[in-house]
């Protein structure tokens, strides 16, 4: 069966400070990788989406970025963070080449930037 | 441009009774419907989906309808639980639809808080 492991669950970082969030799936290959944001009141906002090494599409420009160095790791990074970027940060993973699928979450890594 | 509304951010419902999540959408293209349920500090669960080439989809508890004409559908959790209390999502993608790179991403709602009392 597949799990989607991301860390940590919480993070405080002051702002100015860079920011690395790690997600690793298991149990399928090649799958398509997200990060979502989750803020309040804003429901879940799409970030980053990959569909291979090294492919990232960014769905939404910011004072973030998203990198795949392997199949299935996908991290979230800052060189600065913002107060706004605090939030309620999710990667999820999807089959390849099976789009109308579900989405599978993690459980999510709560940032407070301070 | 939210294409995906959810109107109600939170519904109270007495144990045994019928929820019931609504939610619009505005793009006819979408052809694919999820709903999400969502724990605090936790990552959103799948529930159930339905294909625009359906108006009911239905498992166990949750039941999903669809009503493509209105732009509408609704989620049904009968009876309700006081374990079903958390935020409820939905979602729809196109296949037709370039969303965050490539087609057939999810696009979300904001969610409704679902409140089942004993």
């Known amino acids: 069966s597949q799990t989607i492991h991301q860390w940590p669950a919480t993070l405080v970082q002051p702002v100015g400070s860079p920011l690395s969030l790690e997600c690793t799936v298991e149990?399928?290959?090649?799958?398509?990788l997200y990060w979502y944001r989750q803020a309040a009141g804003r429901g879940l906002q799409l970030l980053f989406y990959?569909?291979?090494?090294?492919?990232i599409s960014s769905e939404v420009p910011q004072n973030l970025s998203a990198s795949r160095p392997q199949d299935r790791q996908f991290i979230l990074s800052s060189k600065k963070l913002l107060l706004s970027d605090s939030g309620f940060y999710l990667c999820?993973?999807?089959?390849?080449?099976?789009?109308?699928?579900?989405?599978?979450f993690g459980n999510g890594t709560r940032l407070t930037v301070t | 441009d939210q294409q995906v509304k959810q109107n109600s951010p939170s519904l109270s419902v007495q144990e045994g009774r019928i929820s019931i999540l609504n939610c619009d959408y505005t793009?006819?293209?979408?052809?694919?419907f999820l709903w999400y349920k969502k724990y605090p500090a936790e990552g959103p669960t799948f529930l159930i989906s339905?294909?625009?080439?359906?108006d009911k989809n239905e498992d166990g508890r949750f039941t999903v309808f669809l009503n493509k004409s209105a732009k509408h559908l609704s989620l049904h959790i009968v009876p309700s639980q006081p374990g079903d209390s958390a935020v409820y999502f939905c979602?729809?993608?196109?296949?037709?639809?370039?969303?965050?790179?490539?087609?057939?991403?999810?696009?979300f709602g904001k969610g409704t808080k679902l409140s089942v009392k004993p």
């Open positions: 793009n006819s293209m979408f052809d694919y």
């Open positions: 999820a993973w999807m089959r390849f080449g099976r789009p109308n699928s579900p989405l599978h």
């Open positions: 339905i294909s625009s080439i359906k």
């Open positions: 979602a729809a993608s196109a296949l037709t639809m370039n969303y965050g790179g490539s087609q057939g991403n999810l696009i």
């Open positions: 149990g399928t290959s090649n799958p398509n």
């Open positions: 990959s569909v291979g090494i090294g492919q």
